[in-house]
């Protein structure tokens, strides 16, 4: 049975009964209580009623894959290849397995992770079409060098394309992640085949928290936010999300390409939270002024008069400095 046709009836939610849904999708009531048991399994939570049937309490905003694909068409993108799954482990994973040969941009999308990962190997809460779990395979050649602000470039293209779309107050925090007043909103963690002789593919993974509700996030270990509590009701949908932003990661890797991290210098010091603030390292506690980063990507830290420049670890600002 098709589960993605079974969601498309309850997307709108409202009650429907199995008598219903099995007359609409043309199978038994039997085959419908079994699939709606496997998208309870998978992470979809059901309201039921007797009497009134089953439904998706708020209902769902599905991607669409026709609708992402007419978006990038307008904007002259095309992608190699194009996965969206119902559900995966990991998006990140699933590109890095596929060896078949592209020249281009491969995409992955999933309405849902059971295995998501951000850095250093952190879990990433990934419910059922709430958010936008989205991964980017492509070429990169050159030595290491050419990898060294790939993330933060990254990071420049969703906070640019997110204010873009009206997100208000988004800041980066080194080295790639989104955050709003204080709260992060997406992650994003880039992955590595190759070597420098023969070029890199590159596996560019992005979570962003689109419609994902206080109860829903409620095991997440930090403080977070969503697009949806940010900017209240939602201008567009997840699938237009989607386009936009797979649009603007795709821009920027072009830009990058040709000019490395010098051409998004100034767009990172747009949004750069940590400049100009108290910050400590977690590698050995060092802390110290940060003063933004430079052409590779390295933080730079005045740490008692003498400037470092850091290359990766986890910094926070000190506690007695509020952060944006």
Not at 111 to 137: D, I
Request: aromatic content about 6%.
């Amino acid at each position: 049975m098709d589960l993605v046709k079974l969601l498309g009836l309850l997307s709108d939610g409202e009650y429907h009964s199995g008598v219903e849904m099995g007359r609409s999708l043309g199978v038994s009531r039997t085959a419908v209580w079994k699939a709606l048991g496997k998208l309870e399994a998978d992470g979809v939570s059901l309201d039921i009623v007797k009497g009134r049937g089953y439904r998706i309490a708020g209902g769902l905003d599905l991607l669409s894959k026709d609708e992402i694909l007419r978006y990038l068409a307008s904007r002259s993108i095309h992608l190699d290849e194009f996965h969206l799954l119902q559900s995966v482990g990991s998006t990140n994973t699933y590109l890095m397995n596929d060896d078949s040969e592209v020249n281009g941009y491969s995409l992955c999308l999933a309405e849902r992770q059971t295995s998501g990962r951000g850095r250093r190997g952190r879990e990433w809460y990934s419910p059922y079409a709430k958010n936008l779990y989205l991964s980017m395979s492509f070429g990169l050649s050159g030595g290491g060098e050419v990898l060294e602000g790939l993330s933060l470039a990254l990071g420049v293209a969703v906070a640019g394309c997110l204010s873009d779309q009206g997100v208000k107050n988004i800041g980066l925090k080194w080295p790639n992640d989104i955050w709003v007043g204080g709260r992060k909103l997406a992650g994003i963690l880039v992955e590595l085949k190759g070597e420098a002789e023969f070029g890199w593919k590159v596996v560019a993974g992005l979570g962003i928290n689109v419609l994902m509700t206080e109860d829903e996030g409620g095991d997440i270990g930090q403080p977070w936010t969503s697009i949806g509590a940010v900017n209240g009701e939602q201008s567009i949908g997840r699938s237009i999300w989607a386009g936009v932003i797979i649009a603007r990661l795709i821009e920027t890797i072009e830009r990058y390409r040709t000019g490395g991290l010098d051409c998004l210098l100034a767009e990172w010091s747009r949004f750069d939270i940590l400049q100009g603030r108290e910050v400590v390292l977690s590698n050995g506690g060092l802390s110290g002024l940060c003063h933004g980063i430079d052409r590779k990507g390295r933080l730079l830290i005045d740490v008692d008069g003498e400037m470092r420049a850091i290359n990766a670890g986890e910094v926070s600002v000190r506690p007695n400095e509020s952060s944006d």
